[in-house]
């Protein structure tokens, strides 16, 4: 399973980007969505995830709300009064359950989308 995030890319301060991410196959079972980012030097840290049992976190609830539901298997991020200090490679992430025998057992896999580049430059 590869996920297939998109839209990053150039933007002013304060412009908006959304960005969407889908495995390229069937999952049995989505336990938990996300979006973390990393920026050059920098450690990867969590921007937002969302849970199977709709629960959401967020590292900044004014400026990114993530959407998605986990039995489509579709995240999104909206990112709105984006600035310098965002930019970054941006990775859609899954922690799933692929098979019943595996949810049964709890054995998680989890998955990281390539990366897609946001800019937030003037």
């Known amino acids: 399973v590869q996920l297939q995030a998109s839209g990053g890319g150039l933007v002013q301060p304060g412009g908006s980007l959304r960005l969407s991410c889908a495995p390229s196959a069937s999952i049995y079972r989505v336990n938990v969505m996300g979006w973390y980012r990393q920026a050059p030097g920098k450690q990867r840290e969590s921007v937002a995830t969302i849970t199977s049992g709709g629960n959401i976190d967020s590292s900044d609830w004014d400026r990114f709300t993530i959407s998605g539901d986990t039995a489509s298997a579709v995240v999104e991020l909206q990112m709105n009064n984006l600035r310098p200090e965002d930019t970054a490679v941006y990775y859609c992430?899954?922690?799933?359950?692929?098979?019943?025998?595996?949810?049964?057992?709890?054995?998680?896999?989890?998955?990281w989308g390539q990366g897609t580049q946001v800019t937030v430059s003037s």
């Open positions: 992430y899954f922690q799933v359950f692929s098979s019943l025998y595996d949810y049964r057992k709890g054995r998680r896999k989890e998955f």
